[in-house]
């Protein structure tokens, strides 16, 4: 035992740990995270500065380009919400209990995640359609956008179902 005890003892430590990846931020998942979170906002940045003249917004109701405004930065608050709840993890000290108020904050941030999204788009389409003469054509077309959106909402809900069913597995195997 001895020399297995003296084997473990002399193996070198990695010179980065978790706690240190944790302080500065650097994991790859943050990396990932912090650009689509940059790319959504020049992305948005650059909307709300053409809008206006590329989509008529100058024609449109005040209320409506207040509307397309509030969603646009609601899209953008949800995800840099979304970037802050992984930036920064669960300060307590035991894992189990870390983990149970991570999972809650998940849960909590995933129905606002889906709520926020379809509200904002509801909003942008509402900038976009309120002008339009509507013709049969049109009506079938709006119909099928509802539904791609719906499943969009639907897909997005799985895939967070999938990530808190996880988390809550987890949290199980490491309950005694």
Request: net charge positive.
């Amino acid at each position: 035992m001895d020399p297995l005890k003296s084997a473990w003892d002399s193996t070198p430590t990695p010179s980065s740990n978790i706690a240190a990846i944790m302080s500065r931020h650097t994991s790859p998942v943050l990396k990932d995270i912090r650009k689509q979170v940059i790319l959504e906002a020049i992305g948005y940045s650059i909307f709300l500065l053409v809008y206006y003249d590329f989509f008529d917004g100058d024609k449109k109701p005040f209320y409506l380009n207040l509307l397309l405004v509030a969603s646009v930065l609601c899209m953008l608050a949800q995800s840099v919400t979304g970037y802050i709840l992984a930036r920064y993890p669960a300060a307590e000290y035991n894992l189990l209990e870390s983990m149970r108020k991570k999972l809650q904050h998940i849960r909590k941030y995933a129905l606002v995640s889906i709520f926020t999204k379809i509200l904002a788009f509801a909003g942008i389409f509402a900038f976009f359609i309120l002008s339009v003469r509507w013709t049969q054509y049109k009506s079938l077309l709006m119909i099928l956008l509802i539904l791609v959106i719906a499943a969009q909402a639907y897909f997005q809900w799985k895939i967070w179902a999938g990530r808190i069913y996880r988390v809550k597995q987890t949290i199980d195997e490491l309950n005694p």
